[in-house]
RNA sequence: GCGCCCGUAGCUCAGCCGGACAGAGCAUCGGCCUUCUAAGCCGAGGGUCACAGGUUCGAGUCCUGUCGGGCGCGCCA
């Protein structure tokens, strides 16, 4: 809660050394760099300085060490380099403390305290499936709700449905021809309507024709249109509530596109009122484009029906309306960014002071994947592959009597769950993959289980020992020790930086860092008892590492919550 | 054609606001179950950071151009 203790240090550090320069410590902080481990923790390079004080930097560096010093932290020149390393004592148990205090929750802070954003996220179009690729929206989303919660922010999260527009009518006119009346309310039968109705309009233009129509006769608000639009909306959002269930997702608000229809009238207006809007080839369209040399904004159709873009910004407005935010994200494919810039810049244009607060946070694309042509993994398959899968192992290590679960069924759930999620966000998300079975289910290496497995790992340790009410962490000496509590003490960092970038694999890396340190660490036992945990006859020893070993249980469980992955005890 | 994004080991990707030798996972090869759960650990090989200029004391990182790839560009969302 407090500030992390790797940020107290570097800004202590950078204090000293601007006052030993003579210069505002807001010039030397940003100097101030994490140094690769073989230096220090942290580093000041003088270079810059060289011309002005006309002195090469090694002297530089050897002057300014020997006139700096910060409690806690061992200064030494090196080179053009100024570099501090944390001292062990009182550094470590400073770590460990502050980790295990807050447990889950460690790295939680207050910068958002009294803030509000609003994300938008999964939103998926409905009376299409819920295939594969929109998990990048729905976890991304998640995550980064997650995230903001973490530093005090209110999150309102908002599942925009794609409830409204032509797709209906795809539907509608598909079912008409290839529908079977008896499974109106189920969603797989729905999207292979969908297919071949959209395959067929494709062709047919008097087809596509009869979809514009039954959407155009939903707006008129023909209560046939209407019911058969109500009931496909249902079975949509049935199905979507398993699959986040099964995620974990929860939203603040389900409120779609529909909400906006007959909203959308006054939004046209106040356009025409402060940007003007005119007609082009029988479209309305907004009259000034929103940027140079960039296609116009279209409000509505020759028929008259609105289009998407048009209940965006009704929706833009109205959840300005309601919440007051201080950021509105859009968690949608990059490849709506023209559109984003488009609303966001009529928005601007309106004169809406808050414009600048609408964030598109762009991800990359899937590709090998569309549901126009049917190429589509649905998500639902896809997690259950990845629980079997995981429900194989698990069960060998159920008879191997590594573990004793009564549930193996949901356990192998969380670990599958775990690896698809945590498979999405471990990349950043503007790039793009190409779907691929044996990548997206993989659980060794970088992925989800295996932070999962390090996590079960150390509850498993911490069942057989409980770390004492003190301990000393001056016993933590050896260098896996002293790398693990470093990669602990980063870890509010990434935290901190993963929304400053509305980046969720920032926090996904760093885990894997966590991780991998501890596994290494915990491994040496496997060779050499004495570096066991679990140590005999050193109580002292042993108190300091179930400490720390505790410590890492509280930084995994509070990553892996925040990615949206679950934590297992065992597994 | 115009706009946005991307181009780092065989493959998938990290690389912070330019700074100390370019890293990890997978794959390959070789070790470690007399293990606190081997979904783990250790080691080896493998890279003209697409190319060419420029800025800088210093460029994978910033700027320009070229090439290659992805996406977008009026009545779908």
């Not at 807001?26 to 230096?39: F, T």
């Not at 995550?143 to 599942?159: C, D, F, M, P």
């Not at 290496?445 to 295996?450: A, F, R």
């Not at 509850?459 to 933590?476: D, F, M, N, V, W």
Request: proline share 4%; net charge negative.
């Amino acid at each position: 809660m407090s500030e992390p203790i790797y940020a107290r240090y570097r800004s202590a550090f950078a204090q000293a050394l601007a006052k030993a320069l003579n210069s505002p410590v807001e010039e030397v902080e940003p100097q101030v760099k994490p140094a690769e481990a073989a230096h220090g923790d942290l580093t000041f390079a003088t270079f810059h300085l060289a011309k002005a004080q006309r002195k090469a930097p090694p002297a530089i560096a050897s002057a300014l060490a020997s006139s700096v010093s910060v409690p806690g932290l061992e200064i030494v020149p090196a080179g053009p380099y100024v570099n501090a390393r944390f001292a062990l004592t009182p550094f470590t148990a400073e770590v460990i403390d502050a980790a295990r205090a807050e447990g889950r929750s460690y790295g939680s802070a207050e910068s958002g305290r009294g803030k509000t954003v609003v994300i938008d996220y999964s939103s998926p179009n409905i009376a299409k499936p819920i295939a594969y690729h929109h998990i990048r929206s729905t976890v991304i989303g998640h995550s980064l709700a997650n995230l903001y919660r973490s530093q005090g922010y209110r999150v309102e999260g908002i599942n925009y449905l794609g409830d409204w527009g032509k797709q209906f009518g795809l539907v509608a006119a598909g079912f008409e021809e290839y529908g079977d009346p008896s499974r109106k309310g189920d969603l797989a039968h729905l999207v292979e309507v969908y297919i071949k109705a959209n395959d067929r309009a494709e062709r047919e233009p008097a087809f596509d024709d009869r979809a514009r129509d039954f959407f155009r006769r939903m707006e008129a608000g023909e209560a046939v249109a209407l019911s058969f639009w109500r009931e496909v909306r249902e079975s949509s959002v049935r199905e979507l509530e398993k699959i986040y269930a099964r995620l974990g997702v929860r939203f603040e608000h389900y409120q779609g596109e529909s909400l906006y229809q007959g909203k959308t009238e006054a939004v046209i207006e106040e356009i025409a009122r402060t940007v003007g809007v005119k007609q082009s080839q029988g479209a309305l369209i907004v009259d000034m484009p929103y940027a140079e040399g960039e296609p116009p904004v279209l409000l509505k159709k020759a028929d008259g029906s609105t289009l998407y873009a048009t209940r965006d910004l009704a929706a833009a407005i109205d959840r300005h309306q309601r919440f007051g935010f201080d950021r509105s994200l859009y968690v949608i494919s990059t490849d709506q960014s023209l559109h984003c810039r488009q609303f966001f810049g009529v928005l601007e244009r309106m004169g809406k002071e808050w414009a600048d607060r609408l964030v598109h946070v762009n991800f990359g694309r899937v590709h090998g994947m569309s549901t126009r042509k049917g190429k589509i993994e649905l998500l639902n398959d896809v997690l259950d592959e990845a629980r079997n899968r995981a429900l194989e192992k698990v069960k060998e290590n159920i008879l191997a009597g590594r573990i004793h679960t009564a549930d193996p069924e949901g356990l192998a759930e969380q670990i599958g769950v775990g690896a698809i999620v945590f498979g999405d966000l471990k990349n950043r998300r503007i790039t793009d993959y190409t779907f691929d079975w044996e990548d997206v289910l993989s659980m060794e290496g970088h992925s989800g289980p295996y932070l999962q497995y390090a996590h079960a790992r150390a509850c498993s340790i911490l069942e057989k020992g409980r770390p004492p009410a003190g301990y000393e962490a001056g016993r933590l000496t050896l260098p896996e020790e002293q790398a693990l509590v470093r990669t602990v003490a980063r870890f509010p960092i990434a935290v901190r930086e993963a929304v400053e970038q509305d980046e969720p694999s920032v926090v996904a890396r760093h885990l894997l860092d966590v991780a991998a340190a501890f596994s290494r660490w915990y491994t040496l036992g496997n060779q050499d008892r004495s570096k066991r945990v679990l140590v005999e006859e050193d109580d002292s020893l042993r108190g300091a590492r179930l400490a720390l070993t505790d410590a890492v249980r509280a930084t995994l469980a509070s990553g892996l919550s925040l990615l949206g992955v679950a934590t297992p005890e065992e597994m």
